[in-house]
């Protein structure tokens, strides 16, 4: 498929770093990324002059595209360095999967929605993004490959609680971004893994933000 980017998208683009400097985003590579990924290439057609609007849009599935702010400030909370792995829990639209791999992040991000993945999964691979995508249950991590310990962890659905699993494939040192509350609102937490036993870990909380719901196992198809 042939894919355009405009003068019209690349002044948008602009304009969304801009906004995203105001909003409180520092991190130089965070808004080199967000400034270098064509959002609009992960959306609709359709809603093709929403793309740089700060505004979560809907992706099929029930789900949807996170905003542009909360792309940006979840990457800049992982701390993301050159190199790193990086799991990732909802690929949905692949769009903050490309951004840390434009980061130069190897990501490896599991998708439960299986209408999502395979939509997803050869969309970022034509866009020549270094994500290896998997169809999954994100509550349990990736069991399918030997991948283990990650450096980073980030998570782009509501959870409920910590997910045991995932933290037990975060190394020590590592650091997980990850919404937990309720259905309508979560808070932004940030853990930091101190060591192997339950409960090793030093939490952040960085304010109330929207996801949709981190569903389990039984609920996936």
């Known amino acids: 498929m042939k894919r355009e ?11 969304m770093c801009e906004l995203l400097k105001q909003q409180g985003i520092t991190d130089d590579a965070v808004l080199k990324a967000m400034g270098a990924v064509r959002r609009h290439w992960f959306l609709d057609s359709a809603l093709d002059a929403l793309a740089y609007d700060d505004r979560a849009l809907k992706i099929g599935a029930d789900q949807t595209i996170s905003r ?26 692949g769009y903050q999967a490309a951004v840390l791999s434009k980061m130069g992040a190897k990501v490896f991000s599991i998708e439960r929605q299986k209408e999502l993945f395979d939509h997803t999964r050869p969309l970022l691979a034509e866009l020549g993004c270094r994500v ?41 040192g ?40 981190m569903l389990d196992g039984r609920q996936m198809h």
């Open 132 to 172: 290896r995508c998997f169809l999954g249950d994100g509550y349990q991590g990736l069991t399918e490959v030997d991948q283990a310990p990650f450096d980073r962890i980030i998570v782009t659905c509501g959870a409920r609680e910590m997910p045991e699993a995932l933290m037990a494939q975060l190394k020590v």
């Open 174 to 213: 590592g650091i997980m971004v990850i919404p937990i509350g309720g259905d309508d609102t979560q808070e932004m937490l940030r853990f930091t893994k101190t060591g192997e036993g339950r409960g090793e870990w030093e939490k952040e909380e960085f304010g109330r933000y929207s996801f949709v719901p």
């Open 5 to 15: 980017d405009t003068y019209r998208h690349q002044g948008q683009r602009r304009q």
């Open 68 to 93: 542009p702010s909360t792309v940006a400030m979840q990457s800049q909370l992982l701390c993301v360095e050159s190199g790193m792995k990086v799991l990732e829990i909802g690929t949905g639209s």
